[in-house]
């Protein structure tokens, strides 16, 4: 099964381009380039150090060296990068789009699953309902 990369970890990558007073666009690339190194654990064959290393060149193109080269900048770098594990099951989301896929998972407007869930003692979640003629009625 595949995973969602987060961008939950503080880890920088070593051994790239990246220097001590990094970019935000520098520090997010970072983070995802260690956890591809480090968590993935994908069936994808392709050397993640390589990988890395061959996407912080594009990186580098598209920041052009500025110290405040945004976030949001990185995102198709990223993007790219996780494409090219050559995996279908694993997959970055900016922000934006996890945060609505964490709302549509969670009981938000959005029905992703074919079911609503409830926050049960904060953390934990529990199937409130199960939407008919959703995927998930049909595995049931």
């Not at 987060?6 to 880890?11: I, N, P, T, V």
């Not at 990988?51 to 993007?79: F, H, M, S, T, W």
């Not at 409830?118 to 009625?137: C, I, K, M, Q, Y």
């Amino acid at each position: 099964m595949g995973r969602a990369l987060a961008l939950g970890s503080a880890l920088l990558l070593s051994g790239t381009g990246a220097q001590a007073a990094s970019s935000p666009a520098q520090q997010v690339f970072n983070r995802v380039s260690q956890l591809i190194e480090t968590n993935y654990g994908g069936l994808s064959t392709v050397d993640r150090v390589a990988l890395a290393a061959e996407y912080q060149k594009r990186l580098d193109a598209v920041c052009n060296g500025a110290a405040d080269c945004a976030e949001a900048k990185a995102y198709p770098v990223i993007q790219a990068e996780v494409t090219a594990l050559g995996d279908e099951h694993t997959f970055f989301q900016t922000p934006e789009d996890y945060k609505e896929f964490s709302a549509s998972a969670s009981g938000g407007n959005r029905l992703q699953f074919g079911v609503k869930l409830a926050r049960l003692d904060g953390e934990n979640r529990v199937v409130t309902e199960v939407v008919p003629g959703s995927a998930a009625e049909e595995g049931d």
